[in-house]
């Protein structure tokens, strides 16, 4: 899959503009309020149907009318498609090959990948920061994992709120062991494809990290629950744990122990990221994450992804540059920058207040 070209009517701070993409690398660069943001967001919207930014799409139509227009040529599987976005108060219309359609059918879904500079919060972040990135990760790439996700938050969900109108009481109401037992079957399931995912994604993502930083990338799941082998097995340690707790959890209305609570702990060297890693290698290690994330969806979708990277080259210097181009070699790739890099092989777009003009002509 591949973006031929697309345009912006109204769209954020672009009047009326456009591009028409090459086939590998297209460097976006231009000072920073110049739009380079918004253009990946464009691009985001005509590959999946939606914004990589917020869910109030509405804020995208810019000041010249009440609604943002875009308008797309992919290529998917050899073919020319036409992907269109409308935007109103009202809510947005999608068009393929101008018929209406709906967010599903766009070509791009899950054929994305995606840095923003608030992917760092995988590292600096907090816990449910790390669990959210993971969860959304391995939703796409493991099968069966959204639905145990599902599962599992459900349980927990009516777990909590048996627990909470109970608050303070001495004894369990009768129907806590019903979602007790729910809720560790979930957890063991959910347990099994999380390792699963970790195993599919760890090495790649070492792989990838390794010439980046010259370092060793390991991740770690910090459970609050022992693990077995055995998904079973698994499910009597949780059940073991939250009885173990039942006393606590009464108290605090609340459950306090599984994959809700637990950590992915990412380690270079066998120290903790988060503390002893620079900035530049923690950026690294998101980056390893996401184009480990890029090969295994390759290998799934038999097709090409394309990479949306977002102010990537901060805090690289430039031989980590140099190993990052390399790393997405191949794959159609939009780079949004403030400086232009000395590149041979791609396609430069300069944006500057809400104009695109493509190196080596006057824009689109
Ligand atoms: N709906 C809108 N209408 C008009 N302008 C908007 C709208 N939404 C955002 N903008 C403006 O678009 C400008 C460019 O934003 P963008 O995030 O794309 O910048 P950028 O080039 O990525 O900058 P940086 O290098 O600082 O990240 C901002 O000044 C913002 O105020």
Same mark, same amino acid.
């Given at each position: 899959?591949?973006?031929?070209?697309?345009?912006?009517?109204?769209?954020?701070?672009?009047?009326?503009?456009?591009?028409?993409?090459?086939?590998?690398?297209?460097?976006?660069?231009?000072?920073?309020?110049?739009?380079?943001?918004?253009?990946?967001?464009?691009?985001?919207?005509?590959?999946?149907?939606?914004?990589?930014?917020?869910?109030?799409?509405?804020?995208?139509?810019?000041?010249?009318?009440?609604?943002?227009?875009?308008?797309?040529?992919?290529?998917?599987?050899?073919?020319?498609?036409?992907?269109?976005?409308?935007?109103?108060?009202?809510?947005?219309?999608?068009?393929?090959?101008?018929?209406?359609?709906?967010?599903?059918?766009?070509?791009?879904?899950?054929?994305?990948?995606?840095?923003?500079?608030?992917?760092?919060?995988?590292?600096?972040?907090?816990?449910?920061?790390?669990?959210?990135?993971?969860?959304?990760?391995?939703?796409?790439?493991?099968?069966?994992?959204?639905?145990?996700?599902?599962?599992?938050?459900?349980?927990?969900?009516?777990?909590?709120?048996?627990?909470?109108?109970?608050?303070?009481?001495?004894?369990?109401?009768?129907?806590?062991?019903?979602?007790?037992?729910?809720?560790?079957?979930?957890?063991?399931?959910?347990?099994?494809?999380?390792?699963?995912?970790?195993?599919?994604?760890?090495?790649?993502?070492?792989? !990838? @990290?390794?010439? #980046?930083? $010259? +370092? &060793?990338?390991?991740?770690?799941? /910090?459970? *609050?629950?022992?693990?077995?082998?055995?998904?079973?097995?698994?499910?009597?340690?949780?059940?073991?744990?939250?009885?173990?707790?039942?006393?606590?959890?009464?108290?605090?209305?609340?459950?306090?122990?599984?994959?809700?609570?637990?950590?992915?702990?990412?380690?270079?060297?066998?120290?903790?990221?988060?503390?002893?890693?620079?900035?530049?290698?923690?950026?690294?290690?998101?980056?390893?994450?996401?184009?480990?994330?890029?090969?295994?969806?390759?290998?799934?979708?038999?097709?090409?992804?394309?990479?949306?990277?977002?102010? !990537? @080259?901060?805090? #690289?210097? $430039? +031989? &980590?540059?140099?190993?990052?181009? /390399?790393? *997405?070699?191949?794959?159609?790739?939009?780079?949004?920058?403030?400086?232009?890099?000395?590149?041979?092989?791609?396609?430069?777009?300069?944006?500057?207040?809400?104009?695109?003009?493509?190196?080596?002509?006057?824009?689109?």
């Amino acid at each position: 899959m591949r973006v031929k070209e697309i345009r912006l009517v109204n769209f954020r701070n672009y009047a009326a503009a456009g591009l028409e993409a090459g086939p590998g690398r297209n460097i976006i660069y231009g000072d920073n309020g110049a739009g380079k943001t918004n253009l990946l967001e464009a691009l985001h919207f005509c590959l999946s149907g939606s914004s990589c930014r917020t869910l109030r799409e509405e804020e995208a139509i810019g000041p010249a009318g009440d609604r943002a227009l875009l308008h797309a040529v992919l290529t998917v599987r050899e073919l020319d498609v036409e992907t269109g976005v409308e935007i109103t108060a009202a809510g947005k219309r999608l068009t393929l090959n101008g018929r209406e359609t709906a967010r599903e059918a766009f070509p791009g879904r899950g054929g994305i990948v995606l840095f923003t500079p608030e992917d760092l919060l995988v590292v600096t972040g907090s816990p449910a920061e790390r669990r959210r990135f993971f969860d959304r990760l391995f939703s796409t790439l493991i099968p069966g994992y959204r639905g145990a996700l599902r599962a599992y938050q459900r349980a927990l969900e009516q777990r909590n709120t048996l627990l909470r109108t109970c608050r303070g009481a001495v004894e369990p109401p009768t129907d806590l062991a019903v979602w007790t037992e729910a809720l560790a079957a979930a957890a063991s399931s959910l347990y099994h494809l999380r390792l699963k995912g970790l195993a599919l994604l760890t090495p790649g993502a070492a792989k !990838v @990290f390794r010439p #980046l930083t $010259g +370092k &060793r990338l390991a991740i770690r799941y /910090a459970s *609050t629950v022992p693990l077995r082998e055995d998904e079973a097995a698994t499910k009597e340690q949780v059940l073991s744990a939250l009885a173990a707790l039942r006393t606590d959890e009464l108290r605090h209305g609340q459950t306090l122990v599984g994959p809700a609570r637990d950590d992915f702990i990412l380690l270079v060297e066998g120290k903790q990221l988060r503390s002893h890693g620079s900035r530049g290698e923690q950026r690294a290690a998101v980056l390893a994450l996401k184009i480990a994330e890029a090969e295994l969806l390759e290998k799934q979708r038999g097709e090409g992804v394309i990479y949306l990277l977002d102010d !990537v @080259f901060s805090e #690289l210097d $430039g +031989k &980590r540059r140099l190993a990052l181009l /390399a790393a *997405t070699e191949g794959r159609q790739t939009f780079i949004t920058t403030t400086c232009k890099p000395a590149l041979k092989e791609a396609a430069f777009f300069r944006v500057e207040n809400g104009t695109i003009t493509a190196e080596g002509d006057a824009g689109v």
